[in-house]
């Protein structure tokens, strides 16, 4: 699905996310180019969005509203840079749950504009409560497991 065609919040497609993202003149260096800690910043919009698709709000979780009150923290990130993203781009973030454990995440998070792959992520995200680590609610493990084989409609 071409990035202008996705809704501003993304949508789940093929158990992925698929997020647009516009490369705005902040989010460049003095040459124009997506500046890389930027990446990082657009694959966490991605995660947040993709949470709320599957109908969780992170500040609901944060505050204990969905079950026992709990924060997802990054405990592991392998970046690759592959292409530079360049101003007015505009790009789509692909997220896509690898493997969900008792307590934490795998994700695979790819940065394409249009075909070309411009950065790939694997992220691991760990449940946490009181600085300990804390099982993920079944609620969001099962919706997790639907999404990674949702069928496009």
Do not use: W
Not at 25 to 32: A, L, N, S, V
Not at 55 to 66: P, V
Not at 95 to 123: N, Y
Not at 124 to 132: C, E, N, R
């Amino acid at each position: 699905m071409a990035p202008e065609a996705l809704p501003a919040q993304g949508v789940l497609r093929d158990g992925r996310h698929l997020f647009p993202i516009r490369v705005y003149f902040e989010d460049t260096d003095f040459t124009g180019i997506v500046y890389h800690a930027n990446y990082l910043r657009f694959i966490e919009r991605a995660r947040t969005e993709m949470l709320r698709d599957l109908g969780f709000h992170q500040g609901a979780i944060h505050a204990g509203e969905t079950a026992d009150a709990l924060f997802f923290v990054v405990a592991r990130m392998q970046l690759e840079f592959l292409r530079p993203a360049r101003m007015d781009d505009l790009l789509t973030v692909e997220t896509q749950p690898l493997r969900i454990s008792a307590a934490a995440i795998e994700l695979e998070q790819i940065v394409r504009r249009d075909a070309d792959i411009l950065f790939t992520a694997k992220v691991l995200i760990a449940a946490l409560a009181d600085g300990k680590p804390r099982r993920l609610p079944r609620e969001i493990r099962n919706k997790l497991e639907l999404g990674r084989s949702t069928p496009a409609p």
